[in-house]
């Protein structure tokens, strides 16, 4: 069921080591990713069309958005992909959507070459330091623009 005149699609992508949040240092989360998952389709109540992908590989990631570049909006974290991936950032160019840069940690807190994204020079919108929230913040927001 979708409350828009159209349906809204909506691809929410993460990069390496977002797949094991649970395992990593506790910064990051305690919540595993299957179950950020469950609750983010919980929370947007089957409104939109939300296609989640994770890869620890660049190549993937890339393809993925290729695949999918009808969609309406990319919620993406890049995880390491931020600060080095050029071809990311081609890719990312060519989409003609609306995309959310979201990152768990406050990178601006953390070691230096963490402040800087090469995806931001793409991105609509940042979100950085909110943990999973800014997941759901970004879903809030979506709503707002849609309605």
């Not at 992508?13 to 389709?41: D, W």
């Not at 090469?118 to 929230?133: A, K």
Request: contains cysteine.
């Amino acid at each position: 069921m979708y409350l828009f005149n159209k349906i809204i699609k909506i691809l929410i992508i993460n990069g390496p080591n977002l797949n094991i949040l649970k395992e990593r240092e506790y910064f990051y989360s305690q919540e595993s990713f299957k179950k950020f998952k469950k609750k983010i389709n919980f929370y947007s109540k089957n409104i939109f069309d939300i296609i989640f992908f994770n890869s620890n590989c660049e190549g993937k990631i890339i393809n993925f958005i290729q695949k999918n570049k009808n969609a309406n909006w990319i919620l993406i974290n890049p995880a390491a992909y931020s600060h080095y991936s050029l071809s990311l950032l081609d890719c990312l160019k060519t989409f003609k959507g609306i995309i959310i840069e979201i990152h768990i940690t406050n990178v601006y807190k953390r070691e230096f070459f963490r402040s800087k994204s090469l995806i931001s020079l793409r991105s609509n919108i940042i979100i950085s330091g909110m943990s999973l929230d800014g997941y759901f913040l970004s879903i809030d927001y979506i709503i707002k623009k849609c309605l």
